[in-house]
């Protein structure tokens, strides 16, 4: 009878630890839920209350848009306006029923358009996060290549690969791709000046976004992967017989790479950011030529929709940085 007991509470005990790294990774999974509810409603609350700040009334500005140049409008040519898109309802009963359209699924409908902000954005969302994402992983091919074949080199060489991190993450995206655009496209004509979407037309976009950014992440890593060179089990692979370049791939870069990782969820969501700025200059689809018209327009609810998405983003590459710590270190699976 004690031996069955024994077994029994045996087996009670043997089921609490695989218990409780599933109630942490519940509970973790909670926080990050309301967070991301709080973080998303904190910024939808942000960008609508700042279109007080901005002079001028939103029904003029919507019946310009409309007749295609400014003017003064009487009383009664606005009260069709305000009434039609609730500007004529106390700002706190405004701002409630855009916060419950939120939890409906609804970004509101667009002052200039008349369309869904979804289908608006929808739209035009594509390429940008095809130029943000081409953008990031270009931006980890160059800072890996650059790592790989300068740290722990000969130290002209080590100088240079340090030199050239520095000076990319240093210039403005802006910048680098006005520089791009005038070398390549204008006087080499490698690329088109305005590509839209062709695979030519993405290469100087991806390249103004991931210049700057794989300086970040080739100094995030350089110090670490320098470190972890030196490190004991290195000198045992290579007492193995592994070559150098495996050394540096298999075993330093992985060990190397974590806090780089961290800075990809942030950077992910500034490339969403930043694409705002290169789709007008290089002149292509995307969510940026929407946010542009839709400032000019004063389109609250189209500009408060890309807010959001960019909020998104954020949320979402946290996400994913905290399932690729699992992937690159197993010991964080259960933290």
Known sequence: MSIVGEATVTTVASRRPAARPVARTVR?????????????????????????????NRATAILNEQQ?????????????VNHKFGFDKPVVVQYLDYIGGLFRGNLGTSYTQFKPVTQVIGAELLPSLVLTVCGLVAAWVIAVAVILLTAKRRRFISALGSTWEALTASLPPYWVGVVLLVVFAVEIR?????????????????????????????QVTRDEFEKVLDEPFITTARTRGMGDTAVRLVHALRHSVLPAVTLSGWALGALVSGAVIVENLFGRPGIGQ??????????????????LVVAAVYIVANLLVDLTYALIDPRLRDT
């Open 290 to 307: 929407v946010l542009v018209t839709a400032v000019n327009s004063r389109d609250v609810p189209v500009v408060s929709g890309i807010v």
């Open 28 to 56: 973790r999974i909670i926080v990050k839920v309301v967070t991301a509810v709080l973080v998303l409603l904190g910024a939808a609350s942000v960008t609508y209350f700042s279109q007080y700040l901005v002079p001028g």
């Open 68 to 80: 295609g140049r400014a003017q003064q409008y009487s009383a009664a040519q606005l009260a069709p």
């Open 190 to 218: 490698i690329f088109p000046v305005i590509g839209g979407t062709s695979v030519l037309g993405t290469v100087l976009p991806v390249l103004t976004l991931a210049l700057p950014l794989a300086g970040f992440l080739g």
